[in-house]
């Protein structure tokens, strides 16, 4: 998958998860509304060419790519609901909840999730026929029951969901970050490595990019929440506020949120140099990196910005 093609990713996003004729109309409403409405697709195409770097397959590139897709729109569908975020909008849509009712979203979520397992599997076993051996394939399977599980992705909610009893300090709000968005960026990169071999020193590096970025990740996501509207978000705006959830720019302030985003990205782009160095055929997410700076940039000129109405 060296020329990743973002329809060939959507028309996969679809063929994965079939809907049966006789699925439940409310059902399979709620499934090709999040099916026919997905996010960028960057996690199958980061997946694509790491499987590339590392000799593994194409077929099994997809599957798991998608996978990972599913999970990570799983938890949005759990996570816009009223009990958790209670938001209204999603990617410039009514939530499915909102749409469809609560009962649904959760299937719909569900459905995803059940099939996001059998991908990976099927994608882990397929590995196999590339020199991929058990040993190999145990630690990936541990890994993404980490990251997915109580100790990653899952903690990092119930945090999220119980902030008012935790300190509202930065170093909370981070440890919350690396549950609830660190963790399927660190799947997305350090996954594929752990299939096809990547030495120790390979791994390392990875994951230390995986954690820059998720974290200047969401703090972009809570600088958006602070200073956005929810035109230009895409999804309800100043939830964060509201409910009492961790933001950083809320805990920090929005300069302090900048500062620490510029660190971030700064210290990410010295790890990925590193691993580049080690394995070139990675050398494609310097490039996406510099694609994806573009909303870093856009976000700290926003917060500039604010900050000098704020004075004058």
């Keep these: 998958m060296t020329d990743v093609n973002q329809t060939n990713l959507k028309n996969a996003l679809a063929e994965y998860l079939p809907l049966p004729a006789d699925t439940e109309p409310h059902l399979k409403a709620a499934l090709e509304e999040v099916l026919g409405n997905p996010g960028s697709l960057v996690r199958p195409e980061i997946v694509g060419k790491m499987f590339s770097a590392y000799a593994l397959p194409d077929a099994n590139a997809t599957e798991l790519g998608i996978a990972l897709e599913y999970f990570h729109t799983a938890s ?35 459905a995803l999730i ?29 890994y993404l029951e980490q990251y997915l599980g109580v100790g990653g992705l899952l903690n990092g909610q119930s945090m999220d969901l119980n902030y008012a009893s935790l300190r509202h300090d930065q170093k909370t709000t981070e440890r919350i970050a690396m549950g609830k968005t660190v963790s399927l960026i660190r799947l997305t990169l350090v996954l594929p490595g752990l299939l096809g071999g990547a030495s120790a020193a390979e791994l390392q590096l990875l994951e230390r ?30 939830r964060d506020a509201s409910l009492g959830r961790p933001n950083i720019a809320l805990v920090a302030g ?8 510029t660190r971030l990205i700064n210290i990410g782009d010295r790890m990925l140099e590193r691993v580049v160095r080690l394995r070139p055929g990675v050398a494609f ?28």
């Design 114 to 142: 059940n099939k996001a397992y059998a991908l990976t599997w099927r994608a882990i076993a397929g590995c196999g026929q590339a020199g991929c051996g058990p040993d190999r394939q145990q630690t990936a399977i541990a």
């Design 76 to 110: 949005l569908l759990f996570d816009d609901l009223p009990c958790m975020d209670d938001a209204q909008e999603r990617r410039g849509e009514p939530c499915i909840h909102v749409q469809f009712g609560e009962a649904q979203a959760i299937l719909a979520a569900l």
């Design 209 to 238: 990019v995986a954690i820059c970025w998720g974290l200047s990740y969401q703090i972009v996501d809570d600088l958006k929440d602070v200073l956005h509207t929810p035109a230009e978000s895409g999804k309800t705006g100043s």
């Design 285 to 312: 997410l310097q490039v996406l990196r510099k694609q994806l700076n573009g909303e870093a940039d856009e976000i700290i000129a926003n917060a500039y910005d604010n900050s000098v109405r704020g004075a004058a």
């Design 254 to 261: 929005v300069p302090n949120a900048v500062e620490r985003l």
